[in-house]
Antibody, heavy 116, light 107 residues
Framework: QVQLVESGGGVVQPGGSLRLSCAAS????????MHWVRQAPGKGLEWVAF????????YYADSVKGRFTISRDNSKNTLYLQMNSLRAEDTAVYYC?????????WGQGTLVTVSS | ETTLTQSPAFMSATPGDKVNISCKAS??????MNWYQQKPGEAAIFIIQ???TLVPGIPPRFSGSGYGTDFTLTINNIESEDAAYYFC?????????FGGGTKVEIK
């Protein structure tokens, strides 16, 4: 059974940094692309980033390009999202999701709050 | 960027009803459309892939149709457990984009 568990969320000041992790199990992690998706309070879903199964290609939403970095460690079955220069508008629940085209299976999310 | 316009934003249904949710794309996305269900506090569940294919394990009362720019999620004989938020996603091109979502209430 696919299981995705996000961690690393919390409260951070504007301009600060945070690294999210997503521990994967129940499937061959190194064979699948992975996504980050977020949902701000009271708002719709926003795709954030995607990384191919081997890390060879990465794609970002314009809203996070240059500030966020997606990465993965296939030896640890873990996906990461390094978030720098955080802004109030980055406040959201962040979900990791498995899927080599669209996101198939999703975690339950971790809350990131950017506030002074 | 492909914009997805999802409608309605909210609907109320009675058990046994047939429910249709629409998702219109601003450009041709072939069949690169997925549908998801999400309940409060739970992970989103993948229910329809490639516009028309039911994900294994999902009840057959759920179905998807459409190609190109117009897509529909249909729930036949809706049940109380289907009360949830439903959303569409296109994965034809980056950035991936979502519809605005539909909240389905069961009376």
């Amino acid at each position: 059974q696919v299981q995705l568990v996000e961690s690393g969320g919390g409260v951070v000041q504007p301009g600060g940094s945070l690294r999210l992790s997503c521990a994967a199990s129940g499937f061959t992690f190194s064979s699948y692309g992975m996504h980050w998706v977020r949902q701000a309070p009271g708002k719709g879903l926003e795709w954030v980033a995607f990384i191919r199964y081997d890390g060879s290609n990465k794609y970002y939403a314009d809203s996070v390009k240059g500030r966020f970095t997606i990465s993965r460690d296939n030896s640890k079955n873990t996906l990461y999202l390094q978030m720098n220069s955080l802004r109030a508008e980055d406040t959201a629940v962040y979900y990791c999701a498995m899927g080599s085209s669209g996101p198939d299976y999703w975690g339950q999310g971790t809350l990131v709050t950017v506030s002074s | 960027e492909t914009t997805l316009t999802q409608s309605p934003a909210f609907m109320s249904a009675t058990p046994g009803d047939k429910v249709n949710i629409s998702c219109k794309a601003s450009q041709d996305i072939d069949d690169d459309m997925n549908w998801y269900q999400q309940k409060p506090g739970e992970a989103a569940i993948f229910i329809i892939q490639e516009a028309t294919t039911l994900v294994p394990g999902i009840p057959p009362r759920f179905s998807g149709s459409g190609y190109g720019t117009d897509f529909t999620l249909t729930i036949n004989n809706i049940e109380s457990e289907d009360a949830a938020y439903y959303f569409c996603l296109q994965h034809d091109n980056f950035p991936l984009t979502f519809g605005g979502g539909t909240k389905v209430e069961i009376k």
